[in-house]
């Protein structure tokens, strides 16, 4: 029933700019906070950015604070996430999370199959 599709990973240089996008469907969107998850090569899941149903409100890891940018657009059912000035670190599969309620606990309910995201040192 929910589907989680990731899009927009690619191969970037160091400093460059991606953006990602997550098309939802199967549950009503606007009801429920969204985040962002990545796993770089070798390590675990990290927690990076998540927004609540509304939009109105948005939380970042340390890690991206600052060089990220989570957003939603409701009337289309999509999750966005823009990222500047990529690191070498940046790399990995960036997933999309649809969260348990409306705020971003990190109460993960569903997951989407990921995009790779590629920062070229």
């Known amino acids: 029933q929910v589907q989680l599709v990731e899009s927009g990973g690619g191969l970037v240089q160091p400093g460059g700019s991606l953006r990602l996008s997550c098309a939802a469907s199967g549950f009503t969107f606007n009801s429920y906070a969204m985040s962002w998850v990545r796993q770089a090569p070798g390590k675990g899941r990290e927690w990076v950015s998540g927004i609540n149903s509304g939009g109105s409100s948005t939380v970042y890891a340390d890690s991206v604070k600052g060089r990220f940018t989570i957003s939603r657009d409701n009337a289309k059912n999509t999750l966005y996430l823009q990222m500047y000035s990529l690191k070498p670190e940046d790399t990995g599969v960036y997933y999309c999370?649809?969260?348990?309620?409306?705020?971003?606990?990190?109460?993960?309910?569903?997951w989407g199959k990921g995009t790779l995201v590629t920062d070229s040192s």
């Open positions: 999370v649809k969260e348990l309620n409306g705020w971003p606990y990190g109460d993960i309910d569903y």
